[in-house]
């Protein structure tokens, strides 16, 4: 299969990641699968799937409405093959990440997300207590025209201080153990694609996060 990057543009991006703990990529998404993804997220919400979104484990399964607002739907290759060419762009994603950063990556698990006006997440690492696979965060904007007025900034407390706003299909990718970020109030409804490739394999949904 080709590559959907370059080599040397791959490298630009890990080299970053490397050295900031957290990279931006721009224009993310090639067309194609760029299309995919926003007219399934748009099924997906017009068929209710998505679901409001858990903090931890299945056993603390509460919804903890004032760490995190958002409404998710878990998506994966059994389920939603026809999402394929993501997943296959993912894998690239992965294969050089394993490769240049020397990681060992076995997996990985993507949800759709979506923020009411008034959503929120409150600053926390990717890494839970009681589950610490996830080496990588990928979140993957999905809001046209989107300006600064309408909040919802991904900003980034540690290591470094920034905001990024979540603009169509710039995507930020960062270490899930060591960046410290929270979701600003969003205005308006925010959507994302948002996933992590992880150091083992766990079954999708099993956890309940
Ligand atoms: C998350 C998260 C960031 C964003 O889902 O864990 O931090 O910008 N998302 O949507
Ligand atoms: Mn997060």
């Not at 995919?36 to 919804?63: C, H, S, W, Y």
């Amino acid at each position: 299969m080709q590559p959907y990057y370059s080599a040397e543009q791959w490298a630009c991006w890990l080299d970053q990641l490397a050295e900031d703990s957290l990279v931006v990529m721009e224009d993310f998404l090639p067309a194609s699968i760029l299309t995919l993804v926003d007219d399934f997220f748009d099924v997906q919400l017009a068929e209710g799937a998505l679901a409001p979104a858990k903090i931890g484990t299945a056993f603390e399964e509460q919804r903890l409405a004032e760490i995190r607002s958002d409404f998710i739907c878990w998506i994966d290759q059994m389920q939603h093959p026809q999402l394929n060419p993501f997943f296959e762009l993912i894998e690239e994603l992965k294969g050089l990440v394993a490769q240049e950063l020397f990681l060992s990556l076995e997996g990985f698990e993507f949800h759709l997300a979506q923020y009411p006006p008034g959503g929120f997440y409150k600053p926390h690492l990717d890494q839970f207590k009681a589950r610490n696979n996830r080496m990588l965060s990928l979140v993957i904007y999905l809001n046209r025209n989107w300006i600064p007025e309408h909040g919802g900034q991904l900003r980034i407390h540690e290591p470094v201080c920034k905001d990024i706003e979540p603009v169509f299909n710039r995507a930020v990718l960062f270490r899930s153990d060591l960046v410290l970020h929270e979701v600003l109030p969003a205005h308006k409804t925010r959507k994302s694609l948002t996933g992590w490739l992880l150091k083992r394999p766990s079954g999708v949904g099993l956890f309940g996060v």
